[in-house]
């Protein structure tokens, strides 16, 4: 028969390879803030890498239906 009291054990030392180390997080403001330029580029760039792919998908659908048509 089993026993049950090494399947704890067995269980614990396979988890311990896996933690993983603590974030670096700070709380403090950053040490070069951004300029209002850098945010609205930063926001353009944001926008458009999820506009740009999802218009063009939209604009071809058309096509996109007339090519998977078997």
Do not use: N
């Not at 030392?13 to 403090?28: D, I």
């Amino acid at each position: 028969m089993l026993r049950l009291p090494c399947a704890p054990r067995l269980l614990q030392a396979s988890l311990r390879a896996w933690v993983v180390p603590k974030a670096q997080v700070s709380t403090k403001p950053a040490r070069t803030p951004t300029s209002p330029t850098e945010q609205a580029i930063g926001l353009s760039v944001m926008f458009f890498s999820f506009l740009i792919p999802a218009g063009w998908v939209l604009s071809h659908l058309d096509s996109y239906k007339k090519g998977s048509a078997a």
